[in-house]
């Protein structure tokens, strides 16, 4: 069932490559919630985490992927006001 995983993994992650392209191009982050960002950032902190506590390989790889995507926007947003 590891197949699941790696499936869940990839497409959560790749949804959020384009909202990270657009923001990265555009730097427009008006229309994003800072603190959905936030919260949204320190979760997936947290499931790497535990991603990495289980040794669940598709969990480690997807959170630390989409860390760094969302870290962007979060960054990008917090300079942008």
């Known amino acids: 069932m590891e197949w699941v995983g790696w499936v869940a993994a990839t497409l959560t992650t790749v949804s959020f490559v384009p909202q990270a392209v657009k923001v990265i191009r555009t730097k427009d982050t008006a229309s994003i919630s800072l603190w959905m960002y936030i919260l949204f950032t320190v979760g997936i ?3 790497l985490v535990y991603g990495l506590f289980l040794g669940d390989v598709p969990m480690t790889a997807a959170n ?5 995507l969302a870290s962007i926007i979060l960054i990008t947003k917090v300079r942008n006001g």
């Not at 630390?64 to 760094?68: P, S």
């Open 45 to 47: 902190a947290c499931w």
């Open 64 to 68: 630390a992927v989409t860390l760094l």
